[in-house]
């Protein structure tokens, strides 16, 4: 069976600062991985998708994701926060065969930025 | 990005009634997802539909039902709702299998309260 992992269930960043999420996965194959963004009361946007290829990818807002099959990880990085970067973060990971097709989430990391 | 719409919002429904929760996408998208999301909580996939006249129940058991007569129209509905339905439910949609198109796309979410 397939899973992700998000083990920080709460991160506190100041303005300004790095961050990096920690996602891990587990998968028999090469997963397609992707980091999603929620902010209070709305739907999921989409940051950023690996499916093969370079292991790094760029997503929208400035942030990044790094594959490393040795470590079944697929963290998210971001030189620098903007207060508007407060929300919930999302890894999912889509295979074939588990899920029901469907997307597997992890259960989310709180992004909270300090001034 | 894709363009999809869920209505209502938000909605505060008492206890017992039929309610129908609507999902349109305007990119001719193949497949369409529903997932239930509790407050704080991860996404878990609860419908999703390969094509028209394709439903399929997903990993979460849910008394909801779907129904997929048009490509872009994917809605769900609770015949009895009851307080154990509040959740936010979003709807999905991907273009199509394999490579790229698998990429899901989320609507802004619907809000139920059932008092």
Known sequence: AQSVTQPDIHITVSEGASLELRCNYSYGATPYLFWYVQSPGQGLQLLLKYFSGDTLVQGIKGFEAEFKRSQSSFNLRKPSVHWSD?????????GVGGGADGLTFGKGTHLIIQP | EADIYQTPRYLVIGTGK???????????HDKMYWYQQDPGMELHLIHYSYGVNSTEKGDLSSESTVSRIRTEHFPLTLESARPSHTSQYLCASSPRLGGAGNTIYFGEGSWLTVV
């Open chain 1, 86 to 94: 407060a929300a919930e973060y999302f890894c999912a990971l889509l």
């Open chain 2, 18 to 28: 039929k309610i129908t929760l609507e999902c349109s996408q305007t990119m001719g």
